[in-house]
């Protein structure tokens, strides 16, 4: 009889605990869901702030990136909304300019805003990354990266460029626009 109502006892302190695990667990789970708002809203105002709208001729349209002296002809229809960001590295040495597509980097952060969960958030970011860098440009190669480039292009004052890009966010119309990229 005692190893019976010892039987029960542990039975029932087995299931109180296995109850209270799962709740305890739903809980978790919904306070960090309860975040997703906030870490996909600042997620997006952190990739905005990375680049800036290249500058538009107002005679021509063409588009300017003045730090490096690098013209862009007048966009087609399709590719409207351009951000590019300078950087000078030291190492390796030489200077990056990343241009993306801001009409794919707000496609990529509306996938972060309209995550449900926060790992929906966290599988949405390193395609969201990938479109805020574009296309990266340098004046050298750059081997230790692991890629080769995708072009390379002798601009008119004979620097030469070394093209760049993620494969999360690749959109050949846009790469193909990005090669026309020239000096003045």
Request: hydrophobic letters at 35%.
């Amino acid at each position: 009889m005692i190893i019976v109502v010892f039987a029960i006892i542990v039975l029932v302190i087995g299931i109180n605990i296995g109850f209270t695990a799962y709740y305890v667990n739903r809980q978790n789970n919904k306070l960090s869901d309860l975040y997703v708002p906030k870490i996909s809203y600042d997620l997006v105002r952190a990739l905005n702030q990375l680049s800036v709208p290249l500058v538009v001729s107002p005679t021509n349209g063409e588009l300017y990136i003045p730090e490096a002296h690098l013209v862009l002809p007048l966009p087609p229809k399709n590719l409207t909304h351009f951000g590019y960001s300078y950087a000078s590295l030291p190492f390796p040495p030489g200077t990056e300019i990343e241009i993306n597509s801001l009409t794919e980097l707000e496609e990529a952060e509306s996938a972060i805003l309209n995550s449900a969960s926060l790992q929906g958030v966290y599988n949405s970011v390193p395609k969201a990354q990938s479109c805020a860098r574009g296309v990266q440009i340098y004046y050298q190669s750059q081997p230790e990266s692991g890629q080769k480039p995708f072009y390379t292009k002798v601009l008119t004052d004979k620097r030469t460029l070394y093209f760049y890009q993620d494969n999360l966010c690749e959109d050949s119309s846009f790469t193909d626009y990005i090669e026309q990229i020239n000096s003045y």
